[in-house]
């Protein structure tokens, strides 16, 4: 094999490189010939039957995560948090390159960037030749949004769910380029996926250029029914951009069944790996079309090349993914999700129980994050805005040392709530209680 690995990751295909033979590479995954680089030290191994992968809650939490005992913290959906053996991976891949820089960057680096991308994308599910790792959602966003070829007469569609940063980049290039924005928004509490699937149905217009959804809204948490929308921007032929920003790790992605033309996914929040590290899927039909924001050395070589270098910069981030994708195949997908589903129902029971109080949406529309709604009586005759909401999460923050965010939706105060595999009830546990001495306060 050693021979057949020299052809397959040492060959020149753009800029000085040695190894940028990108497209090649990717095509031997394909074809069912792909040959991996070895890598430069042992990766952990996790192995759920001899006993050395904690259970789930603080056990988990202590070995796994760098997370400071003293702070109560539900807020994964805002940054996520590293998976520690990552972090450390990706810092011995930054002292293994200052060893000899030129090697790693010029015969190493786009390789080992391939086999992270086939592990990825075998993941997901799909190709690895319709994924190109990113730094994040934001920049899968614009790369896609401004690629498209929108004029004056054409609409964007989008939920008022939609994420805030998303909807500055929407309005900005429709208004540059004279296109119409449709924004449509729904009605809280939400009854369930039917009233969602019944607005995009009454509002979406046949012509629509471009249709924009949250597979998890940001702010209110609910997972939309991609497989019922994505129908209906079928048959009113616009395409359909998703960010799955929350998606990843919660969520069972199979991309090349969704049908959606344009996903994307932060590998950072709920998958747990250091920060950096996003992938965008674009439908093959469409990858000619599509405009990288940075022009660099790949540029005309390939959808997988235009992407791969963005330029020097700290891509350990990336390379770190395999032992991100290591620690989830070993604990187990489904184990994984068993505890935030399991923990998350009991969550919802305690809270709601305690304060007298409801969801955004049923139970069954939330994956790993949920709204539960503040008791009134905390809020007394004040108006339920973002400027209370700010207030009392900043109060659980400094007097409780709880980090959880409030969110002001349709005229109510609710918790945004996180669970991860380091979270256990006692925490909520915790939140219920301070919510409780607030409202005697």
């Not at 295909?13 to 040695?18: K, L, V």
Request: net charge neutral; proline share 4%.
């Amino acid at each position: 094999g050693g021979e057949s690995e020299k052809v397959t990751s040492a060959r020149r295909d753009f800029g000085s490189f040695h190894s940028s033979n990108v497209q090649e590479l990717i095509g031997t995954i394909k074809a069912g010939v792909y040959i991996p680089p070895s890598l430069p030290f042992e990766l952990p191994k996790f192995h759920s039957d001899h006993g050395n992968i904690p259970s789930f809650g603080q056990e988990m939490r202590k070995k796994h995560f760098l997370l400071e005992e003293e702070t109560t913290f539900m807020n994964h959906g805002a940054f996520g948090c590293a998976l520690k053996d990552a972090l450390h991976v990706s810092q011995k891949w930054q002292l293994y390159i200052e060893r000899q820089p030129l090697r790693f960057f010029d015969r190493e680096l786009l390789p080992h960037l391939v086999f992270v991308t086939k592990r990825l994308a075998e993941f997901v599910g799909c190709s690895a030749t319709d994924l190109v790792l990113v730094p994040n959602v934001t920049m899968a966003m614009n790369i896609i949004v401004r690629s498209q070829d929108l004029k004056a007469g054409d609409t964007v569609f989008m939920l008022g769910e939609t994420y805030g940063a998303v909807k500055k980049l929407l309005r900005q290039v429709c208004e540059e380029q004279g296109a119409t924005l449709q924004e449509e928004c729904l009605e809280y509490p939400l009854t369930g996926p039917g009233q969602i699937i019944k607005k995009v149905e009454e509002t979406l217009r046949p012509g629509t250029r471009l249709a924009v959804f949250d597979h998890i809204p940001s702010k209110s948490v609910f997972i939309n029914p991609l497989e019922e929308i994505i129908g209906i921007c079928r048959q009113r032929g616009a395409k359909v951009l998703i960010d799955g920003a929350h998606a990843l790790g919660v969520l069972d992605l199979n991309l090349s069944s969704l049908d959606a033309d344009y996903y994307t996914s932060n590998c950072h929040k709920w998958f747990c790996s250091p920060k950096g590290c996003a992938f965008m899927f674009i439908k093959p039909e469409l990858q000619h079309s599509l405009r990288p924001l940075i022009i660099s050395h790949g540029y005309g070589f390939g959808f997988n090349s235009e992407y791969i270098w963005t330029g020097l910069k700290d891509y350990t981030a990336m390379l770190a993914l395999h032992t991100v994708l290591d620690f989830w195949e070993s604990v187990g997908v489904q184990r994984i999700r068993g505890y935030i589903k399991g923990l998350m129902t009991q969550a919802v029971d305690l809270l709601v129980g305690r304060w007298k109080t409801g969801l955004l949406a049923p139970t069954e529309m939330f994956g790993s994050m949920v709204c539960v709604r503040l008791p009134e009586s905390l809020r007394g005759d004040r108006a339920a805005n973002y400027e209370l909401a700010e207030t009392i999460q900043n109060a659980l923050y400094s007097r409780y040392n709880i980090e959880v965010p409030v969110k002001a939706l349709g005229g109510s105060l609710y918790v945004r709530v996180s669970v991860h595999i380091y979270n256990e009830l006692e925490q909520y546990q915790k939140l219920a209680d301070a919510v409780e001495e607030m409202m005697f306060k």
